[in-house]
């Protein structure tokens, strides 16, 4: 089992930056493969970032390949997105995931493990 706690989220004005970190609760992190997703109201969740276990290969949607960058530190078990040139559209709730493996993943039924998500909101 891996719990997953997502932080970092927030209120912030178009152009903005935002760095959401998810802390897991199991040990041998580098075995677990991490992604970030978002839902935004009355749409699907849809893929935004994920990283391979040791770092190594990431991949990005479309929309924030440019300004959003996931990173991670396996030593204190924390994956990063930090995201950069906020824009309104990018208001929805951001999840992490995670799933053991050795590479990444795009899609949300890749993953076994979910965090609660936190809001973030770009205002315009």
């Known amino acids: 089992q891996v719990q997953l706690v997502e932080s970092g989220g927030g209120l912030v004005q178009a152009g903005g930056s935002l760095r959401l970190s998810c802390a897991a609760s199991r040990r041998a992190f580098s075995s677990i493969a991490m992604g970030w997703f978002r839902q935004a109201p009355g749409k699907e969740r849809e893929f935004v970032a994920a990283i391979s276990g040791t770092g190594g290969m990431t991949a990005y949607a479309d929309s924030v390949k440019g300004r959003f960058t996931i990173s991670r530190d396996n030593a204190k078990n924390t994956v990063f997105l930090q995201m950069n040139s906020l824009k309104p559209k990018d208001t929805a709730v951001y999840f992490c995931?995670?799933?053991?493996?050795?590479?990444?993943?795009?899609?949300?039924?890749?993953?076994?493990?979910w965090g609660q998500g936190t809001q973030v909101t770009v205002s315009s």
């Open positions: 995931a995670a799933v053991y493996g050795s590479s990444w993943y795009i899609n949300t039924y890749e993953y076994d493990y």
